[in-house]
């Protein structure tokens, strides 16, 4: 719950403690009373249910990207377990990362994101694509972009 002010935090050793603890008092010290009854709720069955329905449907709609980003010719050296993206390679495509955005975004009305806005390592080499949405539209980018491709 981003910016409710609560949270905790598992440490690897007892020397950071007090860093923590001085992070922890503008972070989630003295959180509201609604924030601290949305937390307890979140831990009741009937959410924890809707959890997994909301995680079963994030993984097949991964599992549509990924394998719509392999029918592409664009490896995913990392297949995502936590997130709602992929980091795909498109290397072999023989374009930058950033020019591919553009092309994208032009040509097939697909938005993705370049790599250099994660950092700078092989950064050209890499777009990131969401799977924030329906499955149904993740197959109609995806058939958007394998027309724009080689």
């Excluded at 989630?28 to 009854?37: E, G, K, L, N, W």
Aim: aromatic share 10%; net charge negative; charged share 25%.
């Amino acid at each position: 719950m981003t910016g409710w002010r609560l949270g905790w935090l598992v440490l690897p050793d007892a020397d950071w403690v007090r860093e923590a603890e001085k992070l922890a008092q503008h972070l989630f010290i003295s959180p509201s009373t609604v924030a601290q009854h949305a937390a307890l709720a979140a831990f009741l069955p009937q959410t924890q249910e809707e959890l997994e329905r909301r995680r079963d449907e994030f993984a097949r709609r991964r599992h549509v990207l990924l394998r719509g980003l392999e029918t592409l010719g664009l490896a995913v050296p990392a297949e995502p377990t936590g997130a709602f993206y992929a980091y795909a390679d498109v290397s072999a495509l023989g374009e930058t990362a950033d020019r591919l955005a553009q092309r994208f975004i032009e040509e097939a009305h697909v938005a993705v994101t370049p790599g250099r806005d994660f950092g700078e390592h092989r950064a050209e080499q890499f777009l990131r694509f969401a799977y924030t949405t329906t499955q149904a539209r993740i197959a109609a980018a995806i058939e958007r972009l394998a027309k724009v491709l080689p």
